[in-house]
């Protein structure tokens, strides 16, 4: 595939959907949920789906089906990709509250946001298992740009060079805006390991939606790692025409730690002092273990 013809920062994705995507007019109501990619996007867009749940006329589709991906394309046919429309033009014929997902920098948003102030989850994860997830992940998605080694892509990643650009830009951009901003949420994906009920009570209030205790326990039971890996509402490795086949083992291991299996004792160090650098006065850290709780 033509390297020109991949969108921002290397990814699936035509530069002309930008424009149109920053004209974009936004619902006051709209809530968009934007993370790093492999940082848990799904797993929170399943939890805000189930809180909407009695909104949403289409609980029968996928995940995948229902939300938009911003800037996405709408299909998978990478031979034709310049004539494939952007999954932003179909937010026109969506009812309210519209949920929207995006990997997109803030200044690639559409503009109405300012004007409109809809809510906005930002999903987080501590940058060495991100790191892991995307590398797993890119070797599976054809057109990606794949590093097949380890060592490559972690080179990339700390240079802020891989796929999406740099963690540390898109993270702390992020953390900076939702400080004191009532209308954005911040959450950390291990804090969501770690007490699950929790951050579906603190999505739900976020959301200004109210949760009878019953209702809380499905949606927790329903959130589990287990449980979304084994509904092809969620788990597209279940469904065969979900995402065109792609990618294969989309739910891979979602755990804190995973990323010693990858990181050597150089790796590690060396990261550590970039970490260290980068998240200097942001008062923004991140849990590297798993909690044993």
């Known amino acids: 595939m033509d390297p020109n013809k991949l969108g921002y920062a290397h990814e699936i994705i035509l530069k002309q959907y930008l424009p149109d995507i920053a004209n974009l007019e936004i619902r006051h109501d709209d809530v968009f949920v934007i993370s790093y990619p492999k940082s848990g996007t799904t797993w929170t867009l399943h939890i805000v789906c189930q809180i909407f749940k009695e909104d949403r006329n289409n609980t029968d589709k996928s995940i995948f089906e229902e939300?938009?991906?911003?800037?996405?394309?709408?299909?998978?046919?990478?031979?034709?990709?310049?004539?494939?429309?952007?999954?932003?033009?179909?937010?026109?014929?969506?009812?309210?509250?519209?949920?929207?997902?995006?990997?997109?920098?803030?200044?690639?948003?559409?503009?109405?946001?300012?004007?409109?102030?809809?809510?906005?989850?930002?999903?987080?994860r501590n940058p060495k298992d991100t790191a892991v997830s995307a590398y797993n992940f890119c070797k599976l998605l054809p057109g990606?740009?794949?590093?097949?080694?380890?060592?490559?892509?972690?080179?990339?990643?700390?240079?802020?060079?891989?796929?999406?650009?740099?963690?540390?830009?898109?993270?702390?951009?992020?953390?900076?805006?939702?400080?004191?901003d009532p209308n954005k949420l911040f959450l950390k994906f291990e804090d969501m390991k770690k007490d699950l009920k929790g951050a579906v009570s603190t999505i739900s209030e976020f959301l200004e939606r109210s949760l009878s205790e019953a209702s809380l326990d499905l949606i927790v039971n329903n959130s589990?790692?287990?449980?979304?890996?084994?509904?092809?509402?969620?788990?597209?490795?279940l469904n065969p025409g979900e995402l065109n086949k792609i990618p294969a083992q989309f739910f891979r291991k979602g755990k804190v730690g995973d990323w010693k299996n990858y990181f050597t004792v150089a790796q590690n160090e060396s990261f550590d002092v970039l970490y260290t650098e980068k998240l200097r006065g942001s008062d923004l850290t991140f849990e590297f273990e798993p909690s044993h709780l």
């Open 67 to 124: 939300i938009p991906y911003l800037e996405f394309p709408q299909g998978h046919d990478l031979a034709a990709i310049d004539t494939i429309p952007g999954q932003y033009e179909l937010l026109d014929i969506m009812s309210s509250p519209r949920v929207i997902k995006s990997h997109l920098k803030p200044h690639n948003l559409p503009r109405d946001m300012k004007v409109k102030a809809p809510k906005v989850i930002y999903v987080a």
């Open 144 to 180: 990606f740009p794949t590093l097949e080694e380890w060592p490559d892509f972690f080179e990339h990643f700390c240079k802020g060079t891989g796929p999406r650009g740099s963690w540390f830009e898109h993270v702390l951009t992020y953390w900076k805006q939702s400080r004191n």
């Open 224 to 237: 589990t790692f287990s449980a979304m890996r084994s509904n092809p509402k969620t788990n597209p490795d």
